[in-house]
């Protein structure tokens, strides 16, 4: 659905984005990683057309991406505020007008939301008496009201207490199953493996890493395996022989578990076949990466090698 | 366009429903009018009758001084010690002494001050008593003497324009008035659109709006919003005190002014102009200012006035937003603020020197230059002395400057909203109008 081809973006002699090329699916929720300064926000004001890029083309459903579609995306940057003195409900729907909303219609879907998330009480408020957080609920629903088909949430969870996380969360999801895109940037690697079929991951203006998450996850994987198991440590080692490697074991339970790194060309089946005879095997659980450690895997290894040129400004 | 017609109407409507526009719109007339009409007022009322003794020893005097409203005159030949002036029902003892046609000096004892006005009243019809006793000392014929005392009256005509006296003077002090009206307004609502834009960088909100609309169109919405609320705050502030002072001076003043006591042609014109002047009669100076104001172009004046206005509006008012956009904090705005606000303070004191010597090379320059043009030229126009191609050229010049300074304005402005804790120096501003879209 978005497609980025290419996107570099230069200011004065810093250059905040090098040679971007990378897919947003349709219907699905991405999202775009990185360590601070790295890009992201520039990469997003591209796509919102807030800003332009100095090199390459972004395409949304086929074509090049033109002024008349911004009114198709609903965006929530991260330095996100409101008018202090303006009433809730008013500003709310000065800015649903400005996404093209008529003020009717405008109006109508502005009382069902308030209605959904109980605070409707709030409409003829000033927005400075508003808690941080109640003001953080009107800014997501003034991003999601006009329905855009493509969502871009610059870190849409800081600021939320638990609670109000997890109704962003349930919107986010239902969202995506009524058919938007959803492209959320976050520093929570938590919410990416739950949310996101999807990331990019930008590290000093460039993208490293691409795709779909559980493959990525997999693609990091060192194939090891969690096999629990009762019976004796030497009876399993012993039985495990050449197949794998015993990377470590935990016993004191009623069951064993032993982290076991498969050989070249062993298979789990192999491993399993082997082991099965001499111990009880209960249960076995690949071991897949957080996103957590891929993620400072990915950053940190680069951080010695290479500081771009510019980078200081 | 709709998007810009809903910036203007929001920035419009959210400061006219404050409460402060509110205070401040009906307020300042009332504080105009309260003070116009009390200052008048006061100064025209006398509360108590006077009774002034004059001693007159020497026999001067005699029985010639006419009573006036408040205050009435006993002559008295006989010397008159102070404790028994303090004894005495008078207010007021003027000794006349025989040397008076000498040193035109008289001694004034007072219980309690009278005001200037009661001052002013008494010396005058001294003045006039004396005057008659020493036509008469010296054998002069009083209606002689009159043809005279008058005194001379220059009348100034452009040589270009024979036929009607030219007044230049005086239309360009309406055209400083013109002037310093536009250099307050541009001043006022200039900082309101800086202050406009800093609130919206601020609240963090500009993001939101610009991934709606485009950083320029917000920057001319608040920019066109603004004027419109500085307009409605003129015109009622122009219908509200008008109304005030009409009302007021019509309760208050009505039968205040006696015609009967000008009319009593005193010996010199200069006591006229007293009298007239106490009494808020046109003195002569009022007059030609009237005349003026008949002989001003006024479709022309009127027209130029609003395009300069508008064009210096525009101008500085950009300027004003894009320092806005540059800055964190009010504070921060100082070092931009002063080369901005330089020109306009120059270009008031241009126009006021433009009222005395217009000739001049530097009111000329100033009168085209875009920066100082909309001030200065304004009493050019209303004086009737800038050649047309003077006045096209300066006018072409003012819609080239306002185009390019919006327009870098707007560069600035699109960049500076989106840059957060950055202080920024002349040199980070200049980098900004090369970034690309």
Same mark, same amino acid.
């Given at each position: 659905?978005?497609?980025?081809?290419?996107?570099?973006?230069?200011?004065?002699?810093?250059?905040?984005?090098?040679?971007?090329?990378?897919?947003?699916?349709?219907?699905?929720?991405?999202?775009?990683?990185?360590?601070?300064?790295?890009?992201?926000?520039?990469?997003?004001?591209?796509?919102?057309?807030?800003?332009?890029?100095?090199?390459?083309?972004?395409?949304?459903?086929?074509?090049?991406? !033109?002024?008349?579609?911004?009114?198709?995306?609903?965006?929530?940057?991260? #330095?996100?505020?409101?008018?202090?003195?303006?009433?809730? !409900?008013?500003?709310?729907?000065?800015?649903?007008?400005?996404?093209?909303?008529?003020?009717? #219609?405008?109006?109508?879907?502005?009382?069902?939301?308030?209605?959904?998330?109980?605070?409707?009480?709030?409409?003829?408020?000033?927005?400075?008496?508003?808690?941080?957080?109640?003001?953080?609920?009107?800014?997501?629903?003034?991003?999601?009201? =006009? #329905?855009?088909?493509?969502?871009?949430?610059?870190?849409?969870?800081?600021?939320?207490?638990?609670?109000?996380?997890?109704?962003?969360?349930?919107?986010?999801?239902?969202?995506?199953?009524?058919?938007?895109?959803?492209?959320?940037?976050? =520093?929570?690697?938590?919410?990416?493996?739950?949310?996101?079929?999807?990331?990019?991951?930008?590290?000093?203006?460039?993208?490293?890493? =691409?795709? /779909?998450?559980?493959?990525?996850?997999?693609?990091? !994987?060192?194939?090891?395996?969690?096999?629990?198991?009762?019976?004796?440590?030497?009876?399993?080692? /012993?039985?495990?022989?050449?197949?794998?490697?015993?990377?470590?074991?935990?016993?004191?339970?009623?069951?064993?578990?032993?982290?076991?790194?498969?050989?070249? !060309?062993?298979?789990? /089946?192999?491993?399993?076949?082997?082991?099965?005879?001499?111990?009880?095997?209960?249960?076995?659980?690949?071991?897949?990466?957080?996103?957590?450690?891929?993620?400072?895997?990915?950053?940190?290894?680069?951080?010695?090698?290479?500081?771009?040129?510019?980078?200081?400004? | 366009?709709?998007?810009?017609?809903?910036?203007?109407?929001?920035?419009?409507?959210?400061?006219?429903?404050?409460?402060?526009?509110?205070?401040?719109?009906?307020?300042?007339?009332?504080?105009?009018?309260?003070?116009?009409?009390?200052?008048?007022?006061?100064?025209?009322?006398?509360?108590?009758?006077?009774?002034?003794?004059?001693?007159?020893?020497?026999?001067?005097?005699?029985?010639?001084?006419?009573?006036?409203?408040?205050?009435?005159?006993?002559?008295? $030949?006989?010397?008159?010690?102070?404790?028994?002036?303090?004894?005495?029902?008078?207010?007021?003892?003027?000794?006349? $002494?025989?040397?008076?046609? $000498?040193? $035109?000096?008289? @001694?004034?004892?007072?219980?309690?001050?009278?005001?200037?006005?009661?001052?002013?009243?008494?010396?005058?019809?001294?003045?006039?008593?004396? &005057?008659?006793?020493?036509?008469?000392?010296?054998?002069?014929?009083?209606?002689?003497?009159?043809?005279?005392?008058?005194?001379?009256?220059?009348?100034?005509?452009?040589?270009?324009?024979?036929?009607?006296?030219?007044?230049?003077? &005086?239309?360009?002090?309406?055209?400083?008035?013109?002037?310093?009206?536009?250099?307050?307004?541009?001043?006022?609502?200039?900082?309101?659109?800086?202050?406009?834009?800093?609130?919206?960088?601020?609240?963090?909100?500009? &993001?939101?709006?610009?991934?709606?609309?485009?950083?320029?169109?917000?920057?001319?919405?608040?920019?066109?919003?603004?004027?419109?609320?500085?307009?409605?705050?003129?015109?009622?502030?122009?219908?509200?005190?008008?109304?005030?002072?009409?009302?007021?001076?019509?309760?208050? @003043?009505?039968?205040?002014?006696?015609?009967?006591?000008?009319?009593?042609?005193?010996?010199?014109?200069?006591?006229?102009?007293?009298?007239?002047?106490?009494?808020?009669?046109?003195?002569?100076?009022?007059?030609?200012?009237?005349?003026?104001?008949?002989?001003?172009?006024?479709?022309?004046?009127?027209?130029?006035?609003?395009?300069?206005?508008?064009?210096?509006?525009?101008?500085?008012?950009?300027?004003?937003?894009?320092?806005?956009?540059?800055?964190?904090?009010?504070?921060?705005?100082?070092?931009?603020?002063?080369?901005?606000?330089?020109?306009?303070?120059?270009?008031?004191?241009?126009?006021?020197?433009?009222?005395?010597?217009?000739?001049?090379?530097?009111?000329?320059?100033?009168?085209?230059?875009?920066?100082?043009?909309?001030?200065?030229?304004?009493?050019?126009?209303?004086?009737?002395?800038?050649?047309?191609?003077?006045?096209?050229?300066?006018?072409?010049?003012?819609?080239?400057?306002?185009?390019?300074?919006?327009?870098?304005?707007?560069?600035?402005?699109?960049?500076?909203?989106?840059?957060?804790?950055?202080?920024?120096?002349?040199?980070?501003?200049?980098?900004?109008?090369?970034?690309?879209?």
């Amino acid at each position: 659905m978005l497609h980025l081809e290419g996107i570099t973006k230069r200011y004065g002699s810093h250059t905040a984005l090098d040679g971007i090329t990378m897919d947003v699916p349709s219907g699905q929720v991405f999202g775009l990683l990185g360590p601070n300064g790295a890009g992201k926000t520039t990469l997003i004001r591209i796509i919102t057309r807030i800003t332009g890029p100095d090199e390459g083309t972004v395409t949304l459903d086929g074509h090049p991406m !033109g002024p008349e579609d911004v009114v198709r995306m609903g965006y929530l940057p991260e #330095e996100r505020g409101l008018y202090k003195k303006m009433k809730v !409900g008013e500003q709310a729907l000065y800015l649903a007008q400005l996404k093209g909303l008529p003020k009717g #219609e405008a109006t109508k879907r502005l009382k069902a939301w308030f209605e959904r998330w109980e605070m409707s009480s709030w409409w003829n408020k000033k927005v400075e008496e508003l808690s941080k957080g109640m003001a953080q609920k009107v800014q997501f629903i003034t991003t999601v009201l =006009h #329905e855009p088909k493509l969502l871009i949430l610059d870190e849409p969870f800081s600021g939320f207490d638990p609670i109000n996380a997890e109704l962003i969360r349930t919107e986010i999801l239902r969202l995506r199953d009524a058919g938007v895109t959803v492209m959320l940037s976050t =520093h929570s690697m938590a919410s990416v493996e739950e949310l996101c079929d999807n990331i990019g991951l930008i590290d000093r203006s460039r993208l490293m890493l =691409h795709g /779909n998450v559980r493959e990525i996850r997999r693609q990091y !994987g060192t194939n090891t395996y969690r096999i629990e198991y009762k019976g004796t440590r030497v009876a399993f080692a /012993n039985a495990l022989s050449f197949t794998g490697e015993l990377v470590d074991v935990q016993e004191g339970g009623e069951y064993a578990v032993a982290k076991v790194k498969l050989g070249k !060309g062993v298979s789990l /089946n192999d491993v399993l076949r082997q082991v099965i005879g001499a111990v009880e095997v209960h249960g076995v659980q690949e071991e897949v990466p957080r996103m957590h450690d891929i993620f400072i895997r990915v950053v940190g290894e680069k951080e010695p090698t290479a500081v771009t040129p510019g980078m200081t400004e | 366009m709709n998007k810009i017609k809903l910036i203007i109407w929001r920035e419009f409507i959210t400061r006219v429903r404050k409460p402060s526009f509110l205070i401040m719109t009906i307020l300042a007339p009332v504080l105009i009018a309260a003070g116009v009409t009390v200052m008048v007022y006061l100064s025209l009322q006398e509360s108590d009758d006077h009774r002034v003794l004059v001693v007159d020893e020497a026999q001067i005097i005699g029985g010639r001084l006419r009573d006036s409203d408040k205050v009435s005159y006993y002559v008295d $030949n006989r010397p008159w010690s102070d404790s028994a002036f303090k004894a005495s029902p008078y207010t007021i003892m003027v000794e006349v $002494n025989e040397d008076i046609l $000498n040193t $035109n000096t008289v @001694l004034f004892f007072y219980k309690e001050l009278p005001s200037v006005t009661v001052q002013k009243v008494i010396a005058n019809e001294l003045e006039k008593t004396i &005057e008659l006793a020493k036509l008469k000392d010296e054998q002069i014929d009083p209606e002689a003497y009159g043809r005279v005392r008058k005194p001379l009256v220059m009348k100034l005509f452009d040589i270009a324009k024979l036929g009607e006296e030219s007044l230049e003077q &005086e239309r360009a002090g309406i055209g400083f008035f013109f002037g310093y009206f536009m250099f307050i307004f541009i001043f006022m609502y200039g900082v309101q659109v800086m202050r406009g834009v800093m609130e919206e960088k601020q609240n963090r909100i500009v &993001e939101v709006l610009i991934s709606s609309v485009k950083p320029f169109q917000l920057m001319m919405g608040k920019i066109i919003g603004i004027a419109l609320v500085g307009f409605v705050q003129f015109v009622l502030w122009i219908a509200i005190t008008t109304t005030l002072v009409t009302a007021g001076s019509a309760l208050l @003043l009505k039968d205040r002014f006696d015609p009967a006591v000008i009319a009593n042609t005193p010996m010199t014109t200069e006591v006229q102009g007293q009298l007239a002047e106490q009494a808020g009669m046109p003195d002569m100076e009022d007059v030609k200012f009237l005349q003026a104001l008949k002989k001003i172009d006024w479709p022309l004046t009127l027209g130029m006035f609003l395009f300069y206005f508008i064009g210096g509006y525009l101008l500085y008012s950009s300027l004003l937003a894009a320092i806005g956009s540059a800055v964190d904090s009010e504070t921060d705005t100082q070092q931009f603020m002063f080369p901005v606000t330089l020109p306009m303070v120059f270009a008031i004191f241009t126009a006021q020197a433009a009222v005395y010597n217009p000739g001049s090379a530097m009111v000329l320059w100033c009168s085209l230059i875009p920066f100082t043009s909309p001030i200065v030229m304004m009493v050019r126009v209303a004086m009737g002395n800038a050649p047309v191609w003077q006045l096209a050229l300066s006018m072409l010049l003012l819609v080239g400057t306002f185009v390019a300074t919006t327009w870098l304005a707007g560069r600035i402005y699109r960049t500076g909203i989106l840059m957060y804790g950055k202080k920024v120096s002349w040199k980070e501003l200049g980098r900004w109008l090369f970034y690309k879209g």
